[in-house]
């Protein structure tokens, strides 16, 4: 059985930073396409970033160029690398194994003003 979790979320004051990782067992990581989500209430889970096998990678337009996701095959662990947080950036944050439709339990991302 996968297991997702995720890991490194806080609070942050607008234009700091974060990474949130999220650790997998239970699956063959390294073939599998890796996604990081986020939810507000109120709003469908939204992609932000997802990851191949292969390491290429998609953004949703609003992190494009402030967010970067990377992949650990060895330690079977996704990263999203978030830069220049604003407020709209406050949600929880889910990993997601693409292949598998397994989500990790969410870690809570706050950006204050």
């Known amino acids: 059985q996968v297991q997702l979790v995720e890991s490194g979320g806080g609070l942050v004051q607008a234009g700091g930073s974060l990474r949130l990782s999220c650790a997998a067992s239970g699956s063959i990581f390294s073939i599998n396409t890796m996604g990081w989500y986020r939810q507000v209430p109120g709003k469908q889970r939204e992609l932000v970033a997802s990851?191949?096998?292969?390491?290429?990678?998609t953004y949703a337009d609003s992190v494009k160029g402030r967010f970067t996701i990377s992949r650990d095959n060895a330690n079977n662990t996704v990263y999203l690398q978030m830069n220049s947080l604003t407020p709209e950036d406050t949600a929880v944050y889910y990993c997601?194994?693409?292949?598998?439709?397994?989500w990790g339990q969410g870690t809570q991302v706050t950006v204050s003003s």
């Open positions: 997601r194994d693409l292949n598998l439709n397994s």
């Open positions: 990851i191949a096998s292969g390491g290429r990678t």
